[in-house]
T-cell receptor
Framework: SQTIHQWPATLVQPVGSPLSLECTVE??????LYWYRQAAGRGLQLLFY??????ISSEVPQNLSASRPQDRQFILSSKKLLLSDSGFYLC?????FGPGTRLTVL | LAKTTQPISMDSYEGQEVNITCSHN???????ITWYQQFPSQGPRFIIQ???TKVTNEVASLFIPADRKSSTLSLPRVSLSDTAVYYC?????????????????FGRGTSLIVHP
């Protein structure tokens, strides 16, 4: 069975600072990978998905970007964080979700 | 992509059976129905998936009528630990092998609160 790792688990960053969240997947190969964001008390919003290395599709215009440098690695980035970027970020593959990263932008 | 409609919230008491219904009027012929459970500050967890009639596992049952325009997640004898948000999804199986263009899309879900 597959396992999804995310780090860091929690992060507090000032407005305007860069961001890098990492997701790695074990136990499967060539998965479709997804980044979701969940604001407090809200549902899951799909941000990006990838069907293969270097292939990224964006669902929502924003100041975030994603990259997939390896088959089982998915990275979420930003050059300058906004207050509205605060939330719970989840990586998923094959219907399985990682533990998430809680991001607070101050 | 089929849209789903669920109640925003439900309340129940320990030991009761809880049924959460999801409407998906535009479900396609090949779509599966999948339910997830999410606790605060955790990622959603797969509960059950079905295509038609009834599916049962150790956690829940899923009832799907013949027209498949709705489905009902049944949780037998809930406990306090069943307090969570429950999401209904329709589409390809999120657990499918790689490839394909299916994107699991989550609505607001149903917030279930189980009271002592």
């Amino acid at each position: 069975s597959q396992t999804i790792h995310q780090w860091p688990a929690t992060l507090v960053q000032p407005v305007g600072s860069p961001l890098s969240l990492e997701c790695t997947v074990e136990g499967t190969s060539n998965p479709n990978l997804y980044w979701y964001r969940q604001a407090a008390g809200r549902g899951l919003q799909l941000l990006f998905y990838s069907v293969g290395i270097g292939q990224i599709s964006s669902e929502v215009p924003q100041n975030l970007s994603a990259s997939r440098p390896q088959d089982r690695q998915f990275i979420l980035s930003s050059k300058k964080l906004l207050l509205s970027d605060s939330g719970f970020y989840l990586c998923a593959a094959h219907g399985v979700f990682g533990p998430g990263t809680r991001l607070t932008v101050l | 992509l089929a849209k789903t409609t669920q109640p925003i919230s439900m309340d129940s008491y320990e030991g009761q059976e809880v049924n959460i219904t999801c409407s998906h009027n535009n479900i396609a012929t090949n779509d599966y129905i999948t339910w997830y459970q999410q606790f605060p500050s955790q990622g959603p967890r797969f509960i059950i998936q079905g295509y038609k009639t009834k599916v049962t596992n150790e956690v829940a049952s899923l009832f799907i009528p013949a027209d498949r325009k709705s489905s009902t997640l049944s949780l037998p004898r809930v406990s306090l630990s069943d307090t969570a948000v429950y999401y209904c999804l329709v589409g390809d199986s999120p657990r499918q092998a790689s490839g394909g263009s299916y994107i699991p899309t989550f609505g607001r879900g149903t917030s279930l609160i189980v009271h002592p």
